[in-house]
Nanobody, 125 residues
Framework: QVQLVESGGGLVQTGGSLRLSCAASGSTFSRYNMGWFRQAPGKERSFVAAISWNRGNTAYADSVKDRFTISRDNAKNTVYLQMNSLKPEDTAVYYC??????????????????WGQGTQVTVSS
């Protein structure tokens, strides 16, 4: 099993930046595919970005492509989400998730076995 703890959320103005971190513990982090999802009030949880455990391949939702960057530091058991040019529509609770399967970038939330508690990101206009 793996435990996930997100941090780095907060309040930022439109056009600003934030970096979210997700610290993992309890298992071999380097063999987990990692993903970021978000859920805005009244909406379903949606895919944001993913990174594979082998080769570090990445995938992004169209709405965040070219603005957000997912990365991982296996030595620190941490995955990051660098968010630039933030917009009010990026406001949501952001969750990181871990998948213990074959290396890949997975967009479906049902694929992921473990979830963090979430961190709030609010972008003011």
């Amino acid at each position: 099993q793996v435990q996930l703890v997100e941090s780095g959320g907060g309040l930022v103005q439109t056009g600003g930046s934030l970096r979210l971190s997700c610290a993992a513990s309890g298992s071999t982090f380097s063999r987990y595919n990692m993903g970021w999802f978000r859920q805005a009030p009244g909406k379903e949880r949606s895919f944001v970005a993913a990174i594979s455990w082998n080769r570090g391949n990445t995938a992004y939702a169209d709405s965040v492509k070219d603005r957000f960057t997912i990365s991982r530091d296996n030595a620190k058991n941490t995955v990051y989400l660098q968010m630039n040019s933030l917009k009010p529509e990026d406001t949501a609770v952001y969750y990181c998730a871990a998948d213990s399967g074959l290396s890949g970038t997975y967009v479906g939330s049902s694929r992921y076995d473990y979830w963090g508690q979430g961190t709030q990101v609010t972008v003011s206009s």
